[in-house]
């Protein structure tokens, strides 16, 4: 299966600073959806973004999505400690909309 | 939303036994999937579990390694087969809804195997 690539790998910043994190795809998709995972453990749902959206928001998270250079950010602004995780995105296939195709992830660390 | 939760939340198990996980959701959910996640990496799925049938499995994953069952709409399990230390992972169970676009996740089964 195909795989998105996020990057970068790992970002580390300071709080109150904000972090952008990006994510590339391959094929043509229906969304693409960030999610966060705290130390290993289970996935939280963040924001999803359809094919034909350009830019979302959600609280101090902002999504854009570029389809012809099959790309997406993530945009945390304002970082918190709390906001320490891995972040990953996600496709769902155009042609398939229920099997979702992880990218890499980025590892966040905010420091205090 | 949904709450999943996953049992054992962790293991260590020996080389040639097995390691069964249960998935239960507090809600009825129409999919399921199991997926594994090997240290530091992304999540891969294994397969997509089917109520009151067999499970779909993707790519590189065989139901007699990792045989699946799904009797209702709220429990599935997986059963991670003849161990061996390449198994050592974390296993994910995730559900949604009908029509529903995105997933909720289970904490995550951390299985080391020795």
């Known amino acids: 299966s195909q795989q998105g690539e996020e990057d970068p790998q790992a970002l580390s910043i300071q709080e109150g600073e904000n972090a952008t994190m990006n994510c590339s795809y391959k094929?043509?998709?229906?969304?693409l959806q960030w999610y966060r995972q705290n130390s290993g453990r289970g996935l939280v749902h963040l924001i999803l973004?359809?094919?034909n959206e350009r830019e979302k928001h959600s609280g101090r998270l902002r999504v854009t999505l570029d389809t012809s250079k099959k790309s997406s950010s993530l945009l945390i602004t304002a970082s918190r400690a709390a906001d320490t995780a891995s972040y990953f995105c996600?496709?769902?296939?155009?042609?398939?909309?229920?099997?979702?195709?992880w990218g890499l992830g980025t590892s966040l660390a905010v420091n205090p | 939303s949904a709450v999943i939760s996953q049992k054992p939340s962790r293991d260590i198990c020996q080389r040639g036994t097995s390691l069964t996980i249960q998935c239960q959701v507090d809600s009825q959910v129409t999919m399921m999937f199991w997926y594994r996640q090997q240290p530091g990496q992304s999540l891969t799925l294994i397969a997509t579990?089917?109520?009151?049938?067999?499970?779909?499995?993707e790519s590189g994953f065989v139901i007699d390694k990792f045989p699946i069952s799904r009797p209702n709409l709220t429990f599935s399990t997986l059963t991670v087969s003849n161990l061996s230390p390449e198994d050592s992972s974390i296993y994910l169970c995730s559900a949604a809804r009908q029509g529903a676009e995105t997933q909720y996740f289970g904490p995550g089964t951390r299985l080391l195997v020795l």
């Open positions: 996600a496709t769902a296939d155009a042609g398939n909309n229920r099997k979702l195709i």
């Open positions: 579990a089917n109520q009151g049938s067999e499970a779909t499995y």
């Open positions: 094929t043509s998709i229906n969304n």
């Open positions: 973004i359809r094919s």
